[in-house]
């Protein structure tokens, strides 16, 4: 359940030490952090906008684009980067037609990198939301989106 | 209730669960497990159990440590061992199910081992595999045994007795107990532990705090989320030790958001230890006060530096300070605060729990105890280990890890992350304990162990690591900042074929100025990669310099693909899946790579195992243009 702006600030006591974690609530919530919720932010913390970002652009965590339906986290970790991850990235990027870090036209993937998912002895591995594909090959990607294409169907 | 019967009760249940009359499946579901399959498991296997009317009690655990095999499950069946089970597919599964369950059939083909008391015909003790046997499981000795989310399973395994010790005991007590049993933080630089916490004991201050740094960054290293995901009680009970020694009132677990499984379990643990009594005011009636709360990294390598990680938490910029002061001194908003390991934790409650020459009794002179590491890369048993400190690094790459990946041969392996070093063959034989790995030029690190064999470029690697670091500095200063990019520049044209003979020496003096003036330990040691890869494999920097080619065939610029002609069948394979139509033929007739559409992705060699008619091979040393301006010509 998408809760509103102001109900996640709410449960918040307007301390500067939550900021990192109001950002976090709002991101979960809401999928990036938007101009608006960054505003809001530093009235309800007191700190000026200029400090928010400082802060949320500092964090590999936050985005302030929204991101596809399915999100998906290529990990670049080392045992991934010998096993192959970079070869996995450029082919996700070609078969979905993106760059890392963007996302399709109809908003359904966004594609990105991340330094590790501690899935290390199964590498190479991708996250796709909360899900964490293992030993991915190139042979797998098209599979690996004809899956994901219908997950109620597997549910 | 008081701790004896709670003790009581959890002993009773978790003695009934393994007594049973119904079998009982354990299934090793920590993430590792679950990418494998292991969630998609249990459907099926209840869905088994429906069909042929049979009762069984499923039982999610954590991971054991051998992930290579995952998914796992473990059969127990009354009066038998209990059967380990790998490579689980659901088909396997359901075959299991009927053959042993109804059948009594084990399917030894499918079988790892056995556990408990009692043989089975055709399968061998399960802690008698290769990868087991050399293993000391201390601190992971529950790890795919119990029910993570089941406090009582903790317990019943001695669970908080260790703490339950430690209250009866002065803090200087506890301080002798650690200083005895030679614990050395397990973060990284073994620090010894005692010491750490005495420093805060001496640091009069109205409030302390106490860290647990989950945070592992290191790319390569998962010990702290397979701990966290399979007894997240063993972590809790050496920071409530850990708040009893050194008097602080609150901890915080900073653990990084990319383990969501690990956060989950980690809150439904403290919620347990809530109902039990182990948190808030005049604990087990002591008079202790004492609260857990769990932060949530935002995805910053640096944030496993002390004082950086202290900074994310105030909910600032994770950006590193000098020191002193050190956090023991003022750290947590001023405060004197002590961080720790996850595992320098878990270490504490089986000292507590069991005694001070349990632990000593294993490692070396200087570095003793058990440590665990994760066990990466090309090797074929790759996973979650735990051996005594001073295990050599042969024993651990071939004996438990069973040897490089398709029989290859060992190049070398990465220890200690990008802080680290890369080590050879020629120091195959150094024992892994603190101060013998910095001797060889690596160090401990958190225990990430990453081999690599023939495959692997090194200066591919090194590149690697620096592009991790230069994205992860924090830029605060400008060595780190500016330092990094350069070097990063510069391998990039050594690996793109356009290096020249002296970037080796601009890198060596770009190296030696970042760790000189660099202000913490992530820009102090961000060189290592460079240098320790420069000092042992100059020949491969020689070999993309000079001769523009790459030996391992890893470097897009230096390699090209190219379909042998008298192996190529025509099966048409590689024409369909090469994602930028650069391979043309006729079916049953040999192909050929339009080398100037190839972008080497490599599906085509992929693809082509059966008929290995696709070969890899370094570009002639002339450039491509002038073999395209002879064909012109």
Known sequence: MEKTLEEILSSYNGEKSELIPVLQDIQSNFGYLSEESIIEVSKFLNMPESEVYGVATFYAQFRFDPIGRKHIMVCKGTACHVLGASQIIEGIERHLGINEGEVTFDLEYSLESVGCLGCCALAPCAMINDNVESKIGLKDIKKMFRKSKSPNKDN | ?633
């Open chain 2, 1 to 633: 209730m008081n701790f004896n019967k709670i003790t009581q009760k959890a002993k009773e249940e978790y003695n009934s669960l393994y007594e049973r009359e119904d079998p009982l499946i354990l299934i090793g579901s920590a993430t590792c497990g679950n990418s494998a399959g292991a969630s998609a498991l249990i459907p099926i296997i209840e869905e088994t159990l429906e069909d042929h009317d049979l009762k069984a009690e499923i039982m999610e655990v954590g991971c054991i440590g051998i992930c290579y095999v995952e998914p796992i499950i473990t059969v127990f069946k009354k009066g038998k061992p209990g059967i380990f089970y790998g490579n689980i597919t659901p088909k396997i599964a359901t075959k299991i199910v009927e053959s042993y369950l109804i059948n009594d059939d084990p399917l030894p083909e499918h079988a790892l081992g056995t556990v408990g008391k009692g043989e089975i015909q055709g399968i061998n003790s399960f802690f008698d595999m290769p990868v087991l046997k050399p293993q000391v499981r201390k601190i992971l000795r529950h790890c795919g045994f119990i029910d993570p989310k089941n406090i009582d399973h903790y317990i019943a395994n001695e669970g908080y007795s260790g703490f339950i010790n430690a209250l009866k005991l002065k803090p200087e007590e506890i301080i002798e107990k650690l200083k005895e049993s030679g614990l050395r933080g397990r973060g990284g630089a073994g620090f010894p532990t005692w010491m750490k916490w005495q420093f805060c004991i001496d640091s009069e201050a109205d409030t302390k705090y106490l860290i647990c740094n989950a945070d592992e960054g290191d790319p390569g290293a998962f010990m702290n989320r397979s701990l966290l995901e399979s007894d997240p009680h063993s972590v809790l009970e050496g920071i409530l030790i850990g708040g009893y020694v050194t008097g602080a009132k609150n901890a915080y677990i900073y653990c990084r958001a990319e383990y969501p499984l690990a956060l989950e379990r980690l809150k439904h643990a403290l919620v347990q230890m809530r109902e039990y009594g182990f948190l808030g005011k005049n604990i087990n009636n002591s008079g202790f006060n004492f609260d857990i709360e769990i932060k949530e990294g935002a995805g910053a390598f640096v944030c496993g530096e002390e004082t950086a990680l202290i900074a994310s938490i105030e909910g600032k910029r994770g950006t590193p300070r000098t020191r002193p002061p050190f956090p023991t001194t003022s750290g947590l908003w001023g405060k004197p605060t002590v961080i720790n390991n996850v595992e320098t934790f878990a270490s504490v409650a089986f000292i507590m729990q069991e005694s001070p020459g349990k632990f000593a009794e294993y490692g070396t002179d200087a570095s003793k105890g058990t440590k665990t590491f994760s066990l990466v890369g090309q090797v074929k048993n790759t996973g979650l280990i735990e051996v005594p400190l001073g295990t050599t690094l042969r024993e651990v790459i071939f004996d438990i890890g069973g040897g490089i990946l398709d029989d290859g041969e060992f190049k070398a392996v990465q220890i200690g992350g990008p802080s680290g070093g890369c080590l050879t063959e020629e120091f195959i034989d150094t024992p892994i304990d603190y101060d013998s790995l910095v001797t060889a030029g690596a160090i401990m690190g958190s225990g990430g162990l990453v081999v690599m064999d023939q495959s692997t470029c090194m200066v591919d690697v090194a590149q690697y690591f620096l592009g991790f670091i230069q994205k992860e500095s924090c830029g605060k200063c400008v060595p780190c900042r500016l330092g990094t990019k350069q070097m990063l520049d510069i391998l990039g044209d050594i690996t793109e074929g356009k290096g020249h003979i002296e970037d080796i020496a601009l890198l060596m003096e770009l190296a030696e100025g970042i760790k000189e003036g660099s202000l913490c330990a992530l820009g102090g040691t961000s060189p290592n990669p460079v240098l320790t890869t420069l000092n042992l494999f100059k020949d491969e920097y020689d070999a993309h310099i000079n001769e523009k080619i790459c030996p391992s065939l890893v470097c897009k610029n230096l390699i090209s693909y190219n379909i042998i002609q008298d192996k190529c069948n025509g099966c048409m394979l590689c024409l369909k899946s090469c994602p930028v139509n650069a391979i043309s033929g006729e079916k049953k007739e040999p192909h050929t790579i339009d080398q100037s559409k190839c972008v080497k992705c490599g599906t085509c060699i992929d693809l082509c195992s059966k008929a290995d008619a696709v070969e890899c091979i370094s570009k002639p040393k002339e450039d491509n243009e002038d073999n395209n301006a002879s064909a012109i010509i």
